[in-house]
């Protein structure tokens, strides 16, 4: 497999990290879509990372759609299963994935406002993505933590 990414990009990071915890081998490419001679939009036709070309040459992309590939392979006996196999446990770690994305697109968010000059910055956009953060962390430190092998109950 072959990763498409950058290595600022929260959500190649959340892929490189499964990749690696199911012991499943890839190649990182490293391409930041920012660059002007870009490839990115080669393999993701909105120019975005990360993206994931396949053992078969098939590409995917969005990080949740990853997500999803990986942990639908098979993966080397004693690796863990993010995704639990009951439905409604499902639905919730789903639901602190989407929150983690959030957050992570709150702070992309701001990155990118305060790449901006400063007199076009817009302080109440970045106040109002830092609520995001704040509340989106303290919702995720308040779940609970799973009990690996049993299903979850909140």
């Keep these: 497999m072959k990763l498409i990414g950058s290595l600022t990009s929260p ?12 012991n499943l081998p890839f190649e990182l490419i490293i391409d930041s879509p920012w660059e002007p001679s870009t ?5 993701n036709p909105l120019g975005k990372v990360p993206a994931l070309v396949t053992d078969d040459g098939e590409t995917l992309f969005d ?3 990853l997500a999803e ?3 639908s392979l098979a993966a080397p006996a004693g690796t863990p ?3 639990p196999s009951e439905r409604a446990a499902a639905l919730r770690v789903r639901q602190m994935v989407m929150l983690a994305d ?13 790449k901006r000059p400063a007199d076009k910055q817009d302080g109440a956009w970045i106040t109002r993505q830092q609520g995001k953060i704040t509340r989106g962390l303290d919702m995720l430190g308040a779940a609970p933590v799973p009990t690996p092998g049993l299903a979850a109950t909140a």
């Design 63 to 65: 990080s949740n759609i």
């Design 11 to 22: 959500y190649v990071r959340k892929i490189r990290i499964m990749l690696l915890e199911k």
């Design 39 to 43: 490839r990115v939009s080669d393999f």
């Design 69 to 71: 590939y990986i942990e």
């Design 81 to 83: 299963q993010f995704l």
């Design 102 to 114: 959030g957050i992570s697109d709150a702070g992309v968010a701001i990155f990118l406002e305060r």
